[in-house]
């Protein structure tokens, strides 16, 4: 964020190679390397960087140095002296480097000055310039916030990255319908009804509704299903809603709950528990003893919440806090969010970041691009000063439209909060490095099990999934130094004419097929092809789910694309499939059997489990959307009136497929072995 310093840019070039040679350096998902989706040829540049740092210091005018700084020169003399952004493109014209300045001239001219000492990343990323772009703006606040969006859509290499830049979920209390209900909401807010958050996680906000719903009774079920109930459901036999629905509580009661609710999330849950407090002697005292022990678990489920949430203060009303800390070249920065008075929960961040950065500057670009799409709160706490702390708050000032205060505490239960971040950032950090270490050495010992000629920096993963072949799906997961590289799987939608059911050789044949090739020859658009095709690195090690016919396949395919290098290994399930006693296959080799216990063996289980689960989730989705379009018809046996009864019964069809055989047997006309076949449609294990 910090343009001044142009030491936020670059980090190690670190990028998978042109061809399939054996070792190629992956992505490390906690390291401060460059992301390999956008890196360029930076080998060579690594090659040429004494080169390089010797001609800055010589100035001699030849070799790539000299031709990005008379890049720059260029777009110098036509820059304007106002404030704006800068892109800087390589000759392929893929941006390295997204800044901000005050006066772009002014700033372009520090890059342009031969003889001005740079550090090397800094020399790089002049050397890989072959053209600038500038955005002028209306104020430096402006170019801030573009800069911000830049970054976060165009993923320079030579900038300070956040990721894992998931949405944070919201509470929501619906305001469309006359019974209001309670969700879990993520994305834009344009449904109608009141939005409490953000909570750092899905399951804090689940946990916080089910305690919610349990204090004041409100419905969490759908529209159509709340129209289509005439008895209450099993919510409502547990005591976790109040049966709006067939009428077990009037408008009146229940607009009373909706109020208790919104009041809780508003943050006066002392006044909602004094009443209900009230509320719960008075009916003791007047021997209604039902309606007492109502009122006693609607307060111990209040508590539930307010326990959960651990920490609370009690002058921070609406807050963020951010702590960052810095460990063995790895950066962590930990957010809490407190809204209301109450924790909402925290979240651990490790950006992409150049070893040689310090914490100001990492947390100074990671501050504007985490709130490019989210709204600020009033107050944002730092554990660290950085240099354009005013400019950071002006920008959110106007992006929230409500003045916005960025402050580094130095007493007080602001700085407790800081520091009770800044514990959780360092923990998370020890436990990423922890992580990082064991997963060091399961992939060493991997490489020694297995005879291979390195350890692998980067594994892929197989898998296909189907049901008597409609819906096929295969999938691709990712290990690397330091873990799964959720970002880079990749399914595939089998497309193959022709193909013959359940033909699990010509499913991975099309996979793999359809992945190298894409290696082998990319495409010199970068938008071109589907984003299911579009991983750029080479793997070090292939694993395929399946026996010696499934390596032969494979090894088929890799030799037939000139890949014959590129180990492949094969893993076969036990015994009915019994864990610890897969078999493993790799080619020319004898047939490998490790012990039950065998940390290796724990690890391949592991990946291979990883890439069933998510193979099996993308082909549920795709049934799923079969069964949307093609509806309850396509269960044999089940006709439109039957169809009838279980909406009619049910409400919607994600209902039905939730529900137990018990609960399908109580649907008015259909037999119990009709509940049977509905349920084992749904639930039939793929394969």
Known sequence: MNDDK??????????????????????????????PATAGAEEDEEALLPEIVEEATDAV???PLAHGH???????????????????????????????????????????????????????????????EIISTSTETEALLLEANLIKQLRPRFNVQLRDDKSFP????????????????????????????????????????????RAFLIRSCTDGFFESRTRPCLLYQIRRCAGPCTGEIDFGGYTELVREATDFLSGRSDLVK???????????????FETAALYRDRLAALAAIQSQQGINPRTVKEADVFAIHQEGGYSCVEVFFFRTGQ?????????????????EEVLSSFLAQFYDDKPPPRLILLSHDIEERGLLADA???????????????????????AHALVNAREALGRRLADTATQARLLEALATTLGLPQTPKRIEVYDNSHIQGTNAVGAMI????????????????????????GDDYAMMREVLQRRFKRLLAPPADDNAGTAEDAVPQWPDLVIIDGGRGQLNAAREILGGLGLAQISLLAVAKGPDRDAGRETLFMPEREAIKLEPRDPVLYFIQRLRDEAHRFVIGSHRKLRKKDIREAGLQEIPGIGPSRKRALLHHFGTLKEIERASIADLGKVPGLSAESARRIFEFFHTQTG
């Open 6 to 35: 142009t030491a936020r840019s670059a980090a190690d070039p670190h990028k998978a190679r042109p061809g399939p040679a054996p070792d190629a350096p992956q992505q490390d998902m906690a390291s401060p390397d460059l992301d």
């Open 61 to 63: 005018a030849e070799g």
């Open 70 to 132: 008379a890049a720059i020169e260029n777009a110098v003399r036509l820059a304007p002296t106002s404030p704006g952004v800068y892109r800087m493109l390589n000759a392929t014209s893929d941006v390295l480097y997204v800044g901000k300045a005050k006066n772009v001239r002014k700033r372009l001219s520090s890059y342009a000055r031969v003889n001005a000492p740079q550090p090397a990343r800094i020399l790089r990323m002049i050397a890989a310039t072959a053209s600038v």
């Open 170 to 213: 919201y509470i929501l209390i619906t305001g469309d319908h006359w019974a209001p209900q309670i969700l879990k909401h993520r994305g834009a807010q344009s449904r109608a009804g009141r939005y409490f958050g953000p909570f750092a996680s899905a399951g804090a906000v689940n946990r916080t509704i089910t305690a919610l719903q």
């Open 274 to 288: 004094k009443q209900l407090a009230r509320e719960m002697e008075k009916a003791s005292h007047e021997l209604e």
């Open 343 to 359: 924790n909402w929960g925290n979240r651990a961040y490790f950006p992409r970041a150049e070893k040689s950065f310090t914490p």
């Open 396 to 418: 959110l000032s106007v992006k929230a439209g409500l003045k916005v205060e960025v402050s580094v505490p130095q007493r007080g239960e602001k700085k407790e909060l800081v």
């Open 478 to 501: 990712v290990a690397a130094a330091d873990g799964f590289v959720k970002s880079q799987y990749r399914k595939f939608n089998i497309k193959s004419e022709g193909l013959t059911p």
